[in-house]
Nanobody, 124 residues
Framework: QVQLVESGGGLVQAGGSLRLSCAAS????????MGWFRQAPGKEREFVAY????????YYADSVKGRFTISRDNAKNTVALQMNSLKPEDTAVYSC?????????????????WGQGTQVTVSS
């Protein structure tokens, strides 16, 4: 049984930083690409960042490029999202997801497994 568990969310002032972590278990191998998505109240889920299974390829939404960094440690089965220079518009529930394909995708429907999400609130 695959489980993805996020942690690290919380309340932070604008300009601050948070580091989210996603712990994966039950994945049969480490060839899963991983993504972070977020969903704000009343809005659709949106892509935030992607990392390939090797960690060599990363991709970011324009809205977070230069501020967020995705990374992974396959030995520990974890994926992290370092978020700097946070803005109030970054407020959302952040979820990690695993994709059993090697190609990049920003489509939530292309991901096979999801975590329950962690709340990030950025105050102005």
């Amino acid at each position: 049984q695959v489980q993805l568990v996020e942690s690290g969310g919380g309340l932070v002032q604008a300009g601050g930083s948070l580091r989210l972590s996603c712990a994966a278990s039950g994945l049969t191998d480490d060839t899963y690409a991983m993504g972070w998505f977020r969903q704000a109240p009343g809005k659709e889920r949106e892509f935030v960042a992607y990392i390939s299974w090797s960690g060599v390829t990363t991709y970011y939404a324009d809205s977070v490029k230069g501020r967020f960094t995705i990374s992974r440690d396959n030995a520990k089965n974890t994926v992290a999202l370092q978020m700097n220079s946070l803005k109030p518009e970054d407020t959302a529930v952040y979820s990690c997801a695993a994709r059993a394909r090697i190609t990049l995708s920003m489509d939530p429907g292309a991901y096979d497994y999801w975590g329950q999400g962690t709340q990030v609130t950025v105050s102005s």
